[in-house]
């Protein structure tokens, strides 16, 4: 999930609270399903998000949803414009993978530091989820005052074009040079470049924005430091390009949002294709119809008309009463800004978080039989409860890894004949590149988990009891499921031994004969792995991890580690 620093005077400034101290901040904030991951060095709140929650993404978003927690402000708020003084003219030339485009105008914005920092901090928190790692969406921000608009047919001069750019074609300064470099220089003499050439693979020609004075963009790579905004910039002008409309419109709309709270005014831009022309940014509010009876249903409470309107309003949103028919409704308007509701049960949610489900009161369901815990679940408790006398803290891991961080910095490759390496189940439409499959072993989540914490003392010893699955054919889902169990020691004395001495006190609690005879694998150093072999049958691997793994990492103490299925265990 995305971690995002928000500061907590700025929170307290936007929210209107200066009286909440810190504490009382962080209790509202949990009331909005934000978790608390620590602060930094600067004393900025870190703080966890619902991927869905993308408008969230800033203080100003933060203390927007605040201000409606508090009942400070209600109902759908959409901010007032300025007609279009700027177009953006989509030329024929534009490369077909990346077609689409939008913007907006922004003026008698301040930007202090703390609000600069929180506008990139939006810009690349909004790349990594909803651009997906830049390649659904890019996002550049520009200095207004630093363009001059082309000429026009009808004699206006406030144009800009988003056009297609032979590789080699002109040069410009990117930010963070001193140098004019072309496009294709760009991808392999610039270091932001370098990272965000896969992007471009098989392009022929590249996305390019011009003014009159030349090339000024070159998305989703890089920005041309003639326009670089700093906290002396007052007119920005915003653009995104995009594989997706729907996507870069969105994205939009949330940066106007976290501007506008800031004071600024936005001003439309029209963005004119070959076969139509868009009035930008998009404010549309959208509609959910959701009845009354559903909402008691799925809440578990009795509540009014007027109750349900209040809460909607303190949610956000804006509801009006159908009382036609059998059945009574409502009509729910979503702010544009809101990417997450995309269902009656959204907009239910959202009444339950007005409502605070603290205050619902626990029922057992009205059936004739009761739950208990299934045979494999009291299994896999029993097999924690032993890591943990054995000196490991239990982690509960996310199931979704990124491609890379499953294989690529583990040194395997699905195609290997090695634990871990199989075929992927993929997700189709991933929020982060963070999340875009199912794991198909557990070792690396253990690995980020131990990379994500070198501040820490050490020793560390972390295990888990998880699920890692694979493609297969002879499944009727095509998805083979298994679950396993897994364990890693950083210590500065850590050595095969450890490994394989916790691996046998936890087969001699279950009573199963270990075996580990000599293999090899690549996220191993050679000679000190070995397989898991319990009762006879082949179940994992132990062993020392591979210095190159370390040092992708980030470790600097050595780590050895064990994963096998758990059902070999029983």
């Known amino acids: 999930m995305p ?41 900025l709140f870190q703080l966890e998000f619902e991927a869905d929650r993308l408008d969230r993404l800033s203080v100003e ?17 959409v901010p007032s414009t300025n007609d279009a003084d700027w177009t953006i003219e989509v030329a024929p030339t534009v490369p077909d993978e ?35 790692g830049r390649a659904k969406g890019a996002i550049g921000i520009h200095d207004l005052t630093m363009l001059k608009g082309q000429s026009r047919m009808d004699g206006s001069q406030n144009s800009i074009s988003y056009r ?54 070159f998305p989703p790579v890089i920005n041309g430091r003639r326009t670089e905004v700093d906290t002396g910039s007052r007119e920005l002008f915003v653009e995104l390009t995009g594989t997706d409309q729907w996507t870069i419109d969105r994205m939009c709309t949330i940066i106007c949002y976290a501007l506008d709270a800031r ?23 959208d509609e959910k119809t959701v009845s009354h009876q559903r909402i008691e249903r799925a809440l578990g409470i009795d509540v009014d008309e007027r109750e349900v309107i209040d809460l909607l309003e303190r949610a956000g949103l804006d509801a009006e009463s159908d009382g ?72 509960l891991n996310f199931h979704l890894i990124g491609e890379s961080e499953n294989f690529d910095r583990m040194g395997l490759s699905p195609g290997d004949d090695a634990l871990g390496a199989a075929e992927p189940a993929t997700i189709a ?50 998805i083979a499921e298994e679950r396993r169990v897994a364990g890693v020691l950083a210590r500065t004395d850590a050595s095969y031994e450890d490994a394989k001495g916790r691996l046998a006190s936890l087969a001699r609690a279950f009573d199963v004969e270990l075996q580990t005879p000599a293999t090899d694998h690549p996220s191993f150093i050679e000679g000190r792995v070995a397989s898991v072999v319990l009762d006879g049958e082949h179940a994992g691997i132990v062993g020392e991890l591979h210095p190159e793994i370390l040092v992708e990492h980030g470790l600097e103490v050595p780590i050895v580690g064990f994963e096998f299925r758990a059902d070999a265990l029983r």
């Open 3 to 43: 971690v995002v620093d928000v500061d907590p005077d700025e929170l307290r400034r936007f929210t209107g609270h200066d009286e909440k101290d810190d504490d009382e901040l962080l209790d509202d904030l949990f009331e909005l399903g934000l978790e608390f991951e620590g602060e930094t060095e600067d004393g």
């Open 61 to 77: 978003g933060v203390a927007r949803s605040l201000r409606y927690q508090y009942g400070d402000d209600t109902g759908v708020y």
């Open 98 to 132: 990346r077609p689409y485009v939008t913007g907006a105008v922004i003026r008698g914005v301040d930007l202090d530091e703390a609000g600069l920092d929180s506008l990139i901090q939006l810009q690349e928190k909004l790349h990594a989820t909803m651009g997906r």
């Open 164 to 217: 297609g750019i032979e590789p080699d074609g002109e040069s410009f300064v990117p930010l963070d040079s001193d140098d004019e470099l072309t496009p294709a220089e760009v991808l392999t003499d610039h270091p932001t470049g370098e990272t965000y050439a896969p992007l471009l693979d098989g392009y022929e020609r590249y996305p390019a924005i011009y003014d009159d004075l030349g090339l000024f963009s």
């Open 263 to 285: 004071g600024a005014t936005i001003e439309r831009v029209n963005v004119e294709y070959p076969d139509r022309t868009l009035d930008r940014p998009d404010f549309a509010t």
């Open 324 to 395: 036609e028919g059998d059945e009574p409704s409502y009509r729910v308007s979503i702010p544009p800004y809101r990417t997450d509701v995309l269902h009656p049960v959204d907009v239910i949610d959202d009444i339950g978080r007005a409502y605070g489900f603290n205050r619902l009161e626990p029922e057992y369901p009205d059936v004739s039989t009761v739950g208990g815990r299934h045979e494999r679940s009291r299994h896999e408790r029993a097999i924690r409860e032993t890591l943990v006398g054995l000196g490991f803290e239990d982690l």
């Open 429 to 478: 439409e991933p929020y982060s590149r963070d999340y875009e499959i199912v794991r198909t072993w557990a070792l690396p989540s253990l690995l980020m988990v131990l990379e994500n914490n070198t501040h820490r003392r050490y020793p560390q010893a972390l295990a888990e009891v998880g699920l890692a699955a694979r493609v297969n054919s002879d499944e009727n889902t095509n």
